[in-house]
């Protein structure tokens, strides 16, 4: 056994390399690091780390899932090629945790680990035949299927504790040891049964954790965005950010009311074993058994060719399934072989993610908008030729600032092509030339705000456009989006619609006012009923008690973003602490200089550092 384990280390290292899609580390030779070097990896570790806690904790991820694993291949391959750099808290690539501190944990038994992952066949076979030389010559015939594939779901992964067939408990992953209890949440969720069912003459077992994935269905997803937006909430980015933010929810009836579907795929701890059920094929049944939906596209594979197979077949017809699916995974079927191959720290060795390439679609750009963000960054949008993409109705898509404009030699009218990765909203990645019309428009960038007049200012060539008015209407109204978000202060009600209604009434002109409403000037200057006025002041209130770093990164500070705010916090313990700060005590938190100015410019203000004053000292770590 310790010559397998020792064989099937090297075979998680190959995977892994596999993972990463075999990027180079330019540039980088043994021995000790430059400054560069260093400063590069300590940048990687803090931005991949930022980037988990948006994409889990906040279900607001800001890059695809090409772009986040390209981060972690540079940072594995600088530390492969510096050990001496590696640092025994690095984990990129380890599990992130989703923990929200309105909800109480509890730890799994065994825990919920992540899965390794490739983007390329090259990674698939290679996982695959190092599996099937494990397995004796001549096995093949009288052993089942040595593979499973079966779609990789885009939603949240959760493990269901049933006691004696009872459901008592729902934990979301979590770290991977110990994850937040839903419990209330997900009972109001269709498909995730009270009781087991039991079988005549079956005894269930005292103990089992059912793990499986939460989503919402496009259809749904759909139809709950448009009833967001005349509500004037603000829609979801897409169906996994809606499964996660409902999922955290504190009004179980709410959760009710927006539809999400779960699927099972496997179980943690089971005590005690099932009997006769020897493979992962007849555990899927023995689920389906007890009332549990399944994973309905699963198909048996016996060697690498027939993976390759299931993955092609999969791939085709996966733009026709009713549900977000992000790639396959692929699972060793004989669950003792699952048992010797055993697991890494954060993924088991018996399976691996297979991640699709990007969907790619053809539109045609009709115009191109500017879009004015909280800090004043101007992000050019394509209008488009509505089109389906990924399961959802595109009309707008990123192009991400003017440089990008130039270097794809975009014009009005061309027909382009635009991907959707992942989570992230659509962007136009390239033209089809041999389709331009002769009408076709070039756009001129413009050098003053329409609304304000101030000028619009292009820095590094190109790659950013920035307002420079703080006080344009423009920027305010996006401020105050950005504050009232659910990254940030999450006052639920508050969505762009209500946001200009109060605008327009004269009763909001910047983020302060927000706390100075009341409910007969709510009830007087809109066309809010009452029911609505009470919902939108409880969720004000209770904003006033949100942790104080998404207040600060709320604001719009330039150069402020999470990841700052939460060092700041961290160091200071409260906004009122930050807000006095001077700027040498600033800096010594850790945080750049660029943002130690714009964070004592900022509170110079006495309206911002009176409102800073007003929210109640955090709670003290439970």
């Known amino acids: 056994m310790s010559a397998l384990r020792l064989f099937m280390l090297f075979l998680w290292l190959a995977a892994s390399c596999a993972a990463a899609d075999s990027a180079p580390a330019d540039n980088v030779s043994s021995g000790n690091p430059s400054r560069t070097v260093l400063s590069r990896m300590t940048w990687l570790r803090e931005e991949i780390a930022r980037h988990d806690r948006l994409y889990f904790r906040d279900a607001a991820p800001e890059l695809t899932d090409f772009e986040y694993d390209a981060l972690c291949a540079e940072l594995r391959s600088l530390e492969k090629a510096f050990p001496t750099a590696v640092l025994p808290a690095a984990n990129a690539g380890a599990i992130a945790d989703d923990h929200s501190p309105h909800f109480s944990r509890h730890r799994h038994r065994v825990p919920m680990l992540s899965l390794a992952k490739t983007h390329t066949t090259d990674g698939v076979r290679a996982f695959c035949d190092a599996i099937a030389r494990l397995v004796p010559a001549g096995a093949n015939a009288t052993t089942p299927a040595l593979f499973t594939v079966e779609p990789k779901f885009d939603g949240v992964a959760v493990s269901a504790v049933y006691e004696n067939g009872k ?24 498909g995730i049964p009270k009781a087991l069912r039991d079988s005549v003459g079956e005894t269930l077992p005292r103990f089992v954790e059912i793990r499986g994935e939460v989503y919402c269905q496009f259809s749904v997803f759909e139809k709950q965005n448009r009833a967001l937006g005349a509500a004037g909430a603000t829609p979801f980015a897409s169906p996994r950010n809606f499964a996660a933010g409902t999922l955290k929810l504190h009004d179980p009836d709410e959760v009710a009311r927006r539809g999400l579907s779960v699927v099972f795929y496997g179980t943690g701890a089971v005590v005690p074993d099932l009997n006769g059920v020897k493979t992962y094929a007849k555990q899927l049944a023995w689920l389906r058994e007890k009332g549990l939906p399944t994973v309905t596209d699963t198909v048996e594979a016996k060697d690498a060719a027939s993976v390759m197979d299931a993955l092609r077949a999969l791939g085709k017809k996966r733009s026709r399934l009713p549900y977000p699916v992000d790639g396959a995974v692929i699972k060793v079927n004989p669950l003792t072989l699952r048992q010797q191959l055993g697991s890494a720290a954060d993924a088991p060795r018996w399976a691996l993610a297979f991640k699709f390439p990007p969907d790619r679609v053809k539109s045609v750009l009709e115009s191109i908008t500017l879009q004015v963000g909280a800090t004043g960054t101007i992000t050019p949008v394509a209008q488009l030729k509505p089109v389906r993409l990924g399961g959802v109705n595109v009309q707008r898509a990123t192009l991400y600032n003017p440089a990008n404009i130039t270097r794809l030699d975009l014009r009005e009218g061309d027909t382009v092509f635009v991907e959707r990765r992942g989570d992230v909203i659509p962007a136009v990645t390239g033209v089809d030339l041999s389709l331009r019309p002769a ?7 413009p050098e003053k705000c329409s609304t304000c007049g101030m000028p619009i200012l292009l820095e590094n060539n190109g790659a950013i456009a920035r307002h420079t008015n703080p006080a344009c209407p423009l920027r305010i109204i996006q401020r105050i989006k950005r504050f009232v978000s659910r990254p940030h202060a999450n006052i639920a009600g508050m969505g762009a619609s209500t946001t200009q209604k109060l605008i327009d009434a004269g009763l909001v002109r910047e983020i302060p006012d927000i706390y100075k409403l009341s409910r007969n000037s709510l009830l007087s200057n809109t066309r809010m009923n009452a029911a609505s006025v009470d919902k939108l002041l409880a969720a004000i209130e209770r904003s006033r008690h949100a942790e104080h770093w998404r207040i600060l990164a709320g604001l719009g500070i330039e150069d402020v973003g999470v990841s700052t705010a939460r060092k700041l916090l961290t160091h200071f313990g409260s906004l009122r602490a930050v807000a006095t700060a001077d700027r040498p005590a600033l800096e010594t938190s850790g945080i750049p200089p660029a943002a130690a100015r714009a964070i004592q410019k900022f509170f110079a203000n006495k309206v911002w550092s009176d409102f800073a004053g007003q929210f109640p000292p955090p709670r003290p770590p439970e």
Do not use: E, M, W
């Open 167 to 190: 459901l008592v408990r729902v934990l979301t992953r979590g770290d991977g040891q110990q994850g937040d209890d839903v419990t209330a949440n997900a009972r109001r969720i269709t």
């Open 439 to 445: 009408t076709a428009k070039v756009f001129a960038f």
